[in-house]
């Protein structure tokens, strides 16, 4: 049991790890200029860009480097604060093109809060506060925009909103409507995110949805099914007696860890929510959450194999099993429908299902046939199979009996 316990200690480790570095992964970005050190950054959440700063608390400005990568000549750049609403009406600009001279022109615009500056043509002018400096520079797969804002005073955490769209000569033009330029923005706080810990901004919250999304997939959707089909073949086999055991261990727990580790995103996202209203999705999670821990538990209670109540065990881990495997494939189906990811994720995941439900249906036909040749080689005397310690072998005799 020690090992156990330090197996899933081990997972946690593994787990953290994995959520920390997979949200900052701007910060192994170094600019070629060595005088440029940002403390903080972040990956945003759409259009391959990144939001590099510095806070200077005394005088309350912040420089900034934003990076839009892949964003190629004849397409302009733009990077906002909004400070009074949060998408693109209102927002305070700073914009970057390669124009017919072939430089790169920075400068700053706002946008106006009426209707018809959807159609803006993003003109140079003033913001709503001030810009001390700001300058673009371009390489071929990556354009930046360094600037020094004296942000609004009172306040570190602002909405902030980022494009790319093309130009019309020397003319920023409308940009695509796709969900990631329809979805690139969000919030930024210049205070914490150089407050934090390591450095770290605050992961944006469709970076938080895909976490979530991606880590119960793979804990609940995919691990425990194996895990499952793990011991319910391998133990026909004498000579997998104890591996499949270790093995199902092994992959449920791990499985678990990383399971709890979704659960527990998904339960942030959704108190940090105030409009959250996928209450099905919620509840199916709670229950799973309850089932799996009482999974985890019930192996520190298993009675021993010759113990009169290990059948009534053995069932009540079966049905709670297959049950925590319903409810979780209805659930992640339940969440495809809430995050809407590209249809590829949801088609892939089909595809793992149909894969193991293959793999499953294939190895239920192969392990009946060697039981029953066993069964028959052993003759009719069913009792002698009772003592052989094979859990599978000794239910499936009684099925098949
Ligand atoms: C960047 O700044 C930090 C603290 O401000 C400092 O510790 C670090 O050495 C700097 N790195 C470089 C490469 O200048
Ligand atoms: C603000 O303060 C920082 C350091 O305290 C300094 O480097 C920077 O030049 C100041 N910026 C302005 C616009 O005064
Ligand atoms: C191109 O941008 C540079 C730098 O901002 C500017 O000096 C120049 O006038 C611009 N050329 C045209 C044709 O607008």
């Known amino acids: 049991m020690d090992k156990f316990f330090k197996t899933i200690l081990f997972l946690c480790l593994l787990v953290s790890v994995f959520i920390s570095s997979s949200a900052q992964s701007c910060s192994n970005y170094r600019f070629s200029n060595n ?3 940002y403390s903080t950054c972040t990956d945003l959440p759409q259009l391959n860009a990144f939001l590099h700063w510095n806070y200077h608390q005394a005088n309350h400005t912040v420089d900034i480097a934003y990076r839009h990568t892949g964003a190629t000549s004849g397409r302009w750049i733009a990077w906002a604060l909004n400070i009074n609403g949060n998408g693109m009406l209102g927002a305070q600009c700073l914009v970057a093109f ?7 022109h920075a400068y700053t615009s706002p946008i106006g809060t009426g209707s018809s500056d959807y159609g803006t043509s993003l003109a140079q002018g003033p913001l709503s506060f001030n810009v001390p400096s700001i300058r673009a520079v371009s390489t071929s797969n990556e354009m930046t925009i360094f600037a020094t804002l004296e942000l609004p005073s009172g306040r570190t955490s602002f909405n902030n909103v980022w494009q790319e769209g093309p130009l019309s000569g020397d003319t920023p033009a409308a940009h695509s409507t796709s969900s990631a330029n329809e979805n ?3 919030r930024v706080d210049f205070a914490t995110g150089e407050a934090g810990s390591g450095g770290g901004a605050t992961i944006p919250r469709l970076k938080k949805k895909n976490i979530h999304g991606v880590l119960n997939v793979v804990g609940w959707g995919i691990m425990m099914p194996v895990g499952a089909i793990i011991a319910r073949y391998l133990k026909v086999f004498k000579s997998a007696d104890p591996a499949w055991f270790y093995l199902h261990v092994a992959c449920q727990s791990s499985a678990y860890v990383i ?3 979704g659960w527990a995103t998904g339960i942030k996202l959704g108190s940090d929510s105030p409009t959250f209203k996928y209450n099905t999705h919620r509840n199916i999670g709670i229950v799973l959450f309850c089932l799996g821990t009482l999974q985890v538990f019930a192996l520190l209670l298993r009675p021993k194999k010759d113990h009169k109540f290990r059948l009534y065990w053995n069932i009540y881990h079966y049905v709670v099993g297959y049950t925590v495997i319903i409810l979780t494939i209805i ?5 495809f429908d809430i995050l809407k990811p590209a249809k590829k994720w949801k088609n892939a995941y ?4 149909i894969f193991l439900g293959v793999v499953a249906t294939l190895l239920e036909a192969f392990t009946w046939y060697i039981v029953l040749m066993r069964k028959k ?3 009719s005397d069913k009792h002698a199979h009772v003592g052989n310690g094979v859990n599978g072998y000794h239910t499936r005799t009684q099925q098949a009996a």
Do not use: P
């Open 35 to 37: 005088n440029l050190n």
């Open 98 to 104: 390669t124009n017919s001279s072939s430089l790169v």
């Open 184 to 186: 690139s923005f969000g």
């Open 259 to 261: 399971g709890v580790a």
């Open 331 to 335: 659930n992640i189906f339940e969440g």
């Open 350 to 353: 089909i595809g793992v299902l």
């Open 377 to 379: 080689k052993a003759g």
